[in-house]
């Protein structure tokens, strides 16, 4: 299988992104697929939706969104394609290993978030 750039970029982003939207969703699912809905399967609410996209900013360096463009995120795969689109374009940059884990560090976990 041949790897294109935003198939890595997928890759990379995608454990990152769905192992956080499950980490801070009220509802706990045992796995947050691309398909879940933030917040009709996830409970998420507008201050767990800012604690997602705070937390995102962070991590990648990405802008923040107007909110017309925070309402088209509605499921966990709509937050994935925008950071994959967003580190494509060059407006934001993946995480080391060691970023991702200070991040599980404010929530006293460790780990992989897969």
């Known amino acids: 299988m041949t790897h294109t750039p935003a198939a890595s970029a997928t890759e990379a982003v995608a454990p990152v992104v769905l192992g956080m939207a499950r980490l801070i969703a009220p509802r706990k699912p045992s796995e947050v ?4 809905h933030l917040i009709g ?3 998420f609410h507008s201050l767990v939706l800012a604690e997602l996209g705070y937390n995102l ?3 990648y360096g990405l802008r923040s969104l ?3 463009e925070a309402m088209k995120l509605e499921r966990a795969g709509d937050v994935v394609d925008f950071v994959v689109s967003e580190v494509a374009a060059g ?3 993946l995480p080391t290993d060691d970023e991702v884990e200070l991040l599980l560090a404010r ?3 460790g780990g992989s978030t897969a």
Request: cysteine-free.
């Open 33 to 36: 697929t691309a398909e879940h």
């Open 41 to 43: 399967d996830l409970g």
């Open 57 to 59: 900013e962070d991590l």
């Open 66 to 68: 107007t909110p017309e």
């Open 91 to 93: 407006r934001a940059t």
């Open 107 to 109: 929530y006293d976990i």
